[in-house]
T-cell receptor, first 110, second 113 residues
């Protein structure tokens, strides 16, 4: 079992739709969860982080965390073509290092 | 620009040669991380420092890899006797403290011929 699993892509949504990105993790000790966006050829940039169970909203982005189910998700509302990128889920594991999933490639079609 | 810089941005080398990369973190950040990323994969943890102390190394990291952060500021990552399988993007990140967000540098793309 992989430490971090993300929904397989690529994911394609029309402009204005909601994009839903999912992630499960195996380390029950993880306390912090990060979503990074990575454009092709660029380094990851932080989109959201969440520590507590429930929802956290920041503009068009909502992160959801369920520690009992070891599940974290990212919703992107009113998707824009500029959101087209690979989204990486990264729980913080022992020693505060990040363990990344393989990423989900999102394409938003105009 | 996150404030984390890496040098060089690109490195092409022949198999068997040694290479060294440098990372300059955000100045007040105590923690510095090295990751490696290959095409189609997420970044893979290599090692991290708290100030000048190297606190953890990935068990996947062979003895050919060594990292230093001598004065708790910049860090270097050296790969000895490079192999074609070392070809990847090497990413450096820094954070203020534990559990803080990590800011990534632009990366150094290594190609081993």
């Amino acid at each position: 079992q992989k430490e971090v699993e993300q929904n397989s892509g690529p994911l394609s949504v029309p402009e204005g739709a909601i994009a839903s990105l999912n992630c499960t993790y195996s380390d029950r000790g993880s306390q912090s969860f990060f979503w990074y966006r990575q454009y092709s050829g660029k380094s990851p940039e932080l989109i959201m982080f969440i520590y507590s169970n429930g929802d956290k909203e920041d503009g068009r982005f909502t992160a959801q965390l369920n520690k009992a189910s070891q599940y974290v998700s990212l919703l992107i509302r009113d998707s824009q073509p500029s959101d087209s990128a690979t989204y990486l889920c990264a729980p913080e594991t022992s020693g505060s290092r990040l363990t990344f999933g393989e990423g989900t490639q999102l394409t938003v079609n105009p | 620009d996150t404030g984390v810089s890496q040098d060089p941005r690109h490195k092409i080398t022949k198999r068997g040669q040694n290479v060294t990369f440098r990372c300059d973190p955000i100045s007040e950040h105590n923690r510095l991380y090295w990751y490696r990323q290959t095409l189609g994969q997420g970044p893979e943890f290599l090692t991290y420092f708290q100030n000048e102390a190297q606190l953890e190394k990935s068990r996947l990291l062979s003895d050919r890899f060594s990292a230093e952060r001598p004065k708790g500021s910049f860090s270097t990552l050296e790969i000895q006797r490079t192999e074609q399988g070392d070809s990847a993007m090497y990413l450096c990140a820094s954070s203020l403290t534990v559990m803080d967000e990590q800011f990534f540098g632009p990366g150094t793309r290594l190609t081993v011929l």
